[in-house]
């Protein structure tokens, strides 16, 4: 596994060289919690910091593409959010567990589960890190790892370990349904990016459950994107219809994902903004 890990690392740095240049060079760690190893990647700006800190949660592609490098959405957020001077660390909650695209399987790995307790372990190894400020990590997840997203910041008793919470969270295209009937709410300013178009997950369930969190939650903002599809926010990727989803929304597996300028760029200027207060 820690050879996997490296070799991400090592095809994200080759890509680097061979593209566009990027923020900063990609780091292979591993998190032991028990028994349990959690591989991720981590992205840090120049200088010692500390910085504010992102913990990125992949979605059901997994973090990698098939070359085995960063998947092009997270790489190219990498970029953006280490030149804005964020730390960046992206659990990698599939290869950690031996498994890869989870998109068209009915996955064992929860996200009100094993994607949680990575975000929490992510959060205590990082706040011990020097380069990071304690009191400044936040949460951005896409589609599976959205859902993750929300769930880590519903209420909870406060965690023994005595370290700052988490600052705020963003949930790009999550699936809202079962969280909207778990009765959802956030203990910690929360963002949701989604598309009006999106087929994979539904845009009014998310209004549904930010409507019913109202007066029983932090502060809660959902912005829905006209016309946009899954994946809207990734880098030029023409829309495309793909078969064999386990979810979609009419339950026939048929999906769109693709780029959405307009809300692509939104995104990109709302994020940052969102996590650096």
């Known amino acids: 596994m820690r050879r996997a890990i490296a070799a991400i690392v090592l095809a994200t740095a080759l890509l680097a060289v061979g593209g ?45 593409n098939r070359t085995g490098a960063l998947s092009t959405l997270y790489s190219d957020w990498a970029e953006r959010l280490t030149k804005a001077g964020f730390v960046l660390l992206f659990p990698d909650s599939y290869a ?35 380069y990071v400020k304690p009191d ?59 598309g009006r178009a999106d087929d994979v997950v539904s845009a009014h369930a998310c209004e549904q459950m930010v409507a019913g969190a109202r007066g029983r939650s932090a502060r809660v903002m959902i912005n829905v994107y006209p016309g946009a599809y899954h994946d809207f926010d ?22 769109h994902v693709g780029t959405n300028p307009t809300a692509r760029a939104d995104a990109l200027r709302r994020v940052p903004q969102w996590l650096a207060r």
């Open 136 to 194: 400044h990590v936040t949460l951005l997840g896409w589609s599976n790892g959205a859902i993750g997203v929300l769930w880590a910041v519903r209420p909870r008793p406060r965690d023994p370990d005595d370290k700052p919470d988490f600052r705020s969270a963003v949930a790009i295209y999550p699936g809202c349904r079962r969280l909207d009937t778990s009765a959802w709410s956030a203990r910690v300013p929360t963002l949701i990016l989604i």
């Open 20 to 64: 566009r240049a990027r923020a900063a060079t990609p780091e292979a760690v591993e998190i032991k919690t028990g028994d349990f190893t959690l591989k991720a990647v981590l992205f840090k700006p120049d200088g010692p910091g500390p910085f504010p800190t992102i913990i990125g949660l992949h979605g059901c592609e997994s973090l990698t």
């Open 96 to 130: 950690s567990r031996h498994m890869g695209n989870q998109c068209r399987s009915r996955s064992t790995i929860k996200a009100n589960r094993e994607r949680v307790e990575d975000v929490q372990a992510a959060r205590k190894w990082l706040q011990n890190q020097p």
């Open 234 to 255: 990734y880098p030029h990727r023409a829309v495309q219809q793909r078969n064999g989803y386990t979810f979609s929304i009419d339950g026939t597996g048929k999906v």
